[in-house]
Each structure stands twice: as C-alpha cells, then as structure tokens.
C-alpha cells in the first residue's frame, strides 16, 4: 500500500481567497505527525558535496559575513551566530520531496525548490525579503520569526557585498514556530528569522517568471511567425488633417491596436509553457527495456488543453500530443510509475520526447 500524500491541515479555499500573495498566514500544527527527514549531520555533509548549492551566513560583533560553498568541515568550527543553508534538497532526499505533495492545490509550475537551513541558536540569514511566495515548514526546534513591512527595490539595504540585508526593520507581527507549524510569507513582505533553539526550517519556495521575460518571449514568438512584408494599415485613423509633423491620438491608438491584434493572432500560447519548464534539471535518457518509468525529481513539466490537443512542455521544449495524453500526463506530473507502452500508447513520438528531454528516470 503506497504511502499516504502529505497535506497541510489547513482551509485551502479559504487560503487562496484572503491570504494566497495578500497577506501572511500561521498554520499552528499544519504536519503534526511529520517529522524531519534530515538531521543537522546530514544537511552538513551535503554542503560538502561540489554540486549542491550551499552558503553560511554568520553574524558576529564585526557584523553580517557569507560564505558560499562547497564548504569543508572546518567551516563548522565557529563561535559566532551562524546558518547552513542548502537549496534544492528536493532533488537530493526524496522524503523531502514529499513536502511538495502539500501544495498540489497551488500551480505546480509555480514550484521552484525546497531550502533546507540549519541554525545554532540566534543563528538567521537576518532581514530581508523575498521576491516569491515561501512556505516555512519548522522541522526541529524553535524559530522566531518577526515580520515588518512591505518591500520593494527602493527599500533601503545595508552596504554589503553578498548580502541584500534590510537597513531598516519595524516588526509588525512576530511567531515563534515549533516542529510541525508553518508560516507563509507572500512575496515583497519583510521576515526575519532567529533561532531560539537549534533548529532546522524547510522553506518551500513558488517562483513566478518576470513579466519582462514573458513578454520578451511572446514577442520573439510573433516575430518568428509575421510575414515581415506585413505594413500597419492607418485608413481608419486618418480621418482628421493633423498639424504639420503631428502624430495624433488616433494614429497611436491604431498602431498600438495593430500590435496587440497581431500579438493576439499569431499566440500560439508556447511562450508560457516553455518559459516555466525552462532549466530543469536534465536526467540521461532512460534504458530502452526500462519496465517503468517516473518523473525526474528535478525536472520541470507542464501541459495545458488546446483544440483537442495537449501541448506537453518538458525542460523548455515543447510537443503536441493528442487530448487522450491528459490523464497520463497528470499521473506523470504527480511523480506516479508509469509503464513506457501507456506513454507510446498515445503517440509515437511521446515516449522519445520525454526521454530525451531528460524528465523521465527508470522507476525504482
């Protein structure tokens, strides 16, 4: 019998409704029988290892001092306030993986990683704030965490080369989180962390892609696909004479007009797809008499329904596929076994493209 999902004991409608990117949220005993994958021992010897992604931060009386890794055990021998923090623990422990089966009410392609941080006591990362939605999941010990004011790129940092550490901090809220409580923290909002005890925190973070870059992308989509010789047609707005060298309102009207509706014509809808699959993590291709397959820890999928169609985008690259794929897709998505003849079941290509996107791992 499978292990049961994790879920947050909480209201998710009610979550999505008044607090989702709003306002900040306490979820007193939201895993109370979880218990932390990790020991401190363990998070520190993956800061070792060349290809996880870790960092120190230490405050002591000369102030605020980071290091990044791979660190070496020397770097534990240290007396002043310090924090080990790891990202992406998700793609190294699977039981930290499970954390994201919580948020499945919320867009999985929102979901960036999981951090894990260890702290001694007064250790944090100091205040700051954050440009995407975090859930804080307290795995062992205390942690108080004081929260200030909305932020934004005007919002004053000390002088520091490595770290944007705020300036200024007023708290306007303050939590102190045991094993099992969780705090969201919406994006812009200024937290502070301080251990109170020797304390381990998952922070699971939901990315959003810069408006720039999507409409950079959607752009450079249209621009592939319009006939360069297309002219901006002005009859309609030519109706009035204009004074000499004047550009009138109905003359930008209908040249902002003729972008939109040839941007709106030519959207074939990739753009996002691709863009939020984008930099995955890339598994080598499956064995070919592999019994089952199941999606790569690390990996970025997404899909949307179109004209009977399902557009299947998998580390940034995209393939059509018949509307029968869906509730493959959503087995795969959700990290389920599946056998390699249901995925070519659907279309001949599918299976090929999965592989050699390098979503797809051998089931265990």
């Known amino acids: 019998m499978s292990e049961p999902l994790l879920t947050f004991q909480f209201d998710e409608k009610a979550f999505l409704e008044y607090y989702w990117q709003r306002r900040p949220l306490l979820m007193k005993a939201a895993l109370p029988s979880w218990q932390s994958p990790l020991t401190p021992e363990e998070l520190a010897g993956l800061a070792l290892e060349d290809d996880a992604d870790s960092r120190m931060i230490g405050k002591s009386k000369s102030g605020w001092a980071l290091k990044r890794g791979p660190l070496n055990t020397t770097d534990f021998q240290r007396s002043d306030d310090w924090t080990l923090l790891v990202n992406g623990v998700d793609q190294w422990v699977p039981e930290v993986a499970a954390l994201k089966e919580c948020l499945r009410f919320l867009p999985q392609w929102r979901f ?85 005890t020797p304390c381990m925190t998952y922070s699971l973070g939901f990315r959003a892609p810069a408006i720039a870059t999507l409409l950079a992308r959607w752009t450079d989509k249209a621009l592939e696909r319009i006939d360069p010789d297309l002219l901006l047609e002005d009859r309609a707005s030519v109706v009035e004479t204009p004074a000499p060298g004047e550009i009138t309102h109905a003359h930008w009207n209908n040249a902002r007009e003729a972008i939109e509706n040839t ?48 557009c ?53």
């Open 112 to 196: 960036d990683d999981v951090m894990v941080s260890y702290a001694v006591s007064n250790g944090g990362v100091g205040p700051h704030f954050d440009r995407y939605d975090v859930f804080l999941v307290q795995g062992t010990g205390r942690r108080k965490w004081r929260l200030g004011d909305w932020c934004d790129e005007t919002t004053p940092r000390i002088n520091h080369e490595d770290l944007n550490l705020l300036q200024n901090f007023d708290t306007s809220q303050e939590y102190v989180l045991e094993a099992g409580d969780v705090l969201y923290v919406p994006p812009g909002l200024a937290h502070w962390g301080i251990a109170e």
């Open 263 to 310: 941007l709106s014509a030519l959207d074939d809808g990739s753009w996002l797809g691709e863009i939020v699959t984008e930099h995955g993590e890339c598994a080598p291709p499956p064995r070919e008499d592999a019994k089952a397959l199941c999606l790569h820890t690390g990996a970025r999928v997404a899909w949307h329904a179109i004209e009977g169609q399902c």
């Open 312 to 364: 299947v985008y998998a580390n940034g690259e995209m393939l059509s596929v018949p509307s029968s794929a869906q509730p493959i897709l959503e087995r795969i998505c959700s990290g389920d076994r599946i056998t390699p003849a249901e995925i070519q079941s659907v279309d001949s290509e599918f299976l090929s493209f999965l592989a050699m996107s390098g979503v797809l791992v051998e089931a265990s």
